[in-house]
């Protein structure tokens, strides 16, 4: 049974190009919840998507962010014209309900998107 | 609005000695609580859970506490050893339930 998948797992991106990250939830799991860690900082929500629906993006910056999990195939969260400040590692993880009421939230090795 | 904090941010230990981590949050109507682990450059490992109507979780030397009232979860990490060297994250769900609010963890090391 394989875990969440993220990929790419490294990713390099000059200023003003496009990053796409992609998330295949584990087998089973309907929910998917996007993270982003920056240096030295902690974990911040960004995004909570089901099948086809954003449940909650109070996380998500107002401007170039946006995710989307289809009725078939992975999330993504795509990132619009990079900034250095995009530089992070982020994290997908996925659950079978909503975490917060069903238990256990299972995360991916995360990619690591570094801007030049 | 929810806060995570996990004190102490840093700990060195040796080999074979008993510790406690420490997390406290703000908000005490809380849905889940939930223990990571965290290696260099690598994504979470989920520890242990426990559910707003439980008071610990033990997992073979990781034993977990709540305290709803107080604000407050601990770690207990027994017989310690080299391979438990890592960041250890504490996080709790928003109101909402909808999204995990991280520590910024304790990072520790043990020294054989």
């Known amino acids: 049974n394989a875990g969440v998948m993220q990929n790419p797992r490294h990713l390099v991106r000059r200023r003003g190009q496009e990053a796409r990250l992609r998330c295949s939830p584990m087998k089973g799991h309907s929910h998917v919840y996007w993270y982003r860690q920056l240096p030295e900082e902690g974990l911040k929500f960004m995004v909570y998507l089901q099948k086809e629906n954003i449940i909650d993006e109070s996380g998500m910056p107002k401007e170039r962010f946006s995710a989307e999990f289809p009725k078939e195939g992975p999330s993504i969260l795509r990132i619009q014209q990079v900034v250095r400040g995009d530089s992070a590692a982020y994290f997908c993880?996925?659950?079978?309900?909503?975490?917060?009421?069903?238990?256990?939230?299972?995360f991916g090795e995360g990619s690591r998107l570094t801007v030049l | 609005k929810q806060e995570v904090t996990q004190i102490p941010a840093a700990l060195s230990v040796p080999e074979g000695e008993n510790l406690v981590l420490n997390c406290s949050f703000t908000d005490s109507a809380i849905y889940n609580l939930q223990w990571f682990r965290q290696d260099p450059g690598k994504g979470l490992t989920s520890l242990l859970l426990i559910q707003s109507s439980q008071r610990e979780q033990t997992s073979g030397r990781l034993n977990a506490s709540l305290d709803k009232s107080s604000g407050r979860s601990t770690l207990y990490i027994a017989a310690s050893q080299p391979g438990d060297s890592a960041t250890y994250l504490c996080?709790?769900?928003?109101?909402?339930?909808?999204?995990?609010?991280f520590g910024k963890g304790t990072t520790l090391s043990v020294s054989s």
């Open positions: 996080a709790v769900y928003n109101q909402a339930g909808t999204a995990l609010i």
């Open positions: 993880a996925s659950s079978w309900g909503q975490a917060g009421n069903t238990g256990e939230l299972f």
